[in-house]
């Protein structure tokens, strides 16, 4: 069975600081995963997604993620916030064949503070 | 490319009446199609995949009669919101991926549905 948790619901950074938004999964077999972004009252954007290519994965708007396969871990982290980074963040966990089902991590909501 | 629309963006209906809501691949053939609703400030829920021509497949508790999905074509899905009730408020997302394609979902902006 495959399962995502995000440690933090909420995480609030000033604007300029390194974000951290932490993603653990569990899965039986080598998964695809990836990191949404969603801004209030919209659909989701694409972020990054690892296939079982390089382990650091770099996505857009200056967001990169490391796939830790020991540690079972697909932390998303940014050197730098900005004010526009401010949405809800979810971490997705897919088996690589089959259905493409996805599993939803519960979100990380980021605050950036001016 | 790969981009996946919905229609409308947002609808408010009396309570009983029905809404469908449509969700389309404009680039590109979808193989499957999944709808899922939100909550607000809550994550996403699969509500039911659907693959063309065939029947939906839905999650448990999710009620196939109230929520009736249509996938007619490569580019075209439909979920019907029957009788709606206040309790279906909510924002419904669709998203497709794309025949002999990757691992990955493409998602519609969503739809809002508030129901009175």
């Known amino acids: 069975a495959q399962s995502v948790t995000q440690l933090d619901s909420h995480v609030s950074v000033s604007e300029g600081t390194p974000v951290l938004l932490r993603c653990n999964y569990s899965s039986s077999y080598s998964p695809s995963l990836f990191w949404y972004v969603q801004h209030p009252n919209k659909g989701l954007q694409l972020l990054l997604k690892y296939t079982s290519a390089a382990t650091l994965v770099k996505g857009i708007n200056g967001f990169e993620a490391e796939f830790k396969k020991s540690e079972t871990s697909f932390h998303l982290t940014k050197p730098s916030a900005h004010m526009s980074d401010a949405a809800e963040y979810f971490c997705?966990?897919?088996?690589?064949?089959?259905?493409?089902?996805?599993?939803f991590g519960t979100g990380t909501r980021l605050k950036v503070l001016a | 490319g790969a981009v996946v629309s919905q229609h409308p963006s947002r609808v408010i209906c009396k309570s009983g009446t029905s809404v469908k809501i449509e969700c389309r691949s404009l680039d590109f053939q979808a193989t499957t199609m999944f709808w899922y609703r939100q909550f607000p400030k809550q994550s996403l829920m699969l509500m039911a995949t659907?693959?063309?021509?065939?029947?939906?497949?839905?999650e448990q508790g999710v009620e196939k009669d109230k929520f009736l999905i249509n996938h007619a074509s490569l580019t075209l899905s439909t979920l019907t919101v029957t009788s709606a009730h206040p309790e279906d408020s909510s924002f419904y997302i669709c998203?497709?991926?794309?025949?002999?394609?990757?691992?990955?979902?493409?998602f519609g902006p969503g739809t809002r549905l508030t129901v009175l």
């Open positions: 997705v966990v897919s088996p690589t064949s089959g259905t493409y089902k996805y599993i």
């Open positions: 659907s693959n063309e021509g065939s029947k939906a497949t839905y």
């Open positions: 998203s497709a991926t794309i025949a002999g394609g990757v691992n990955e979902q493409f």
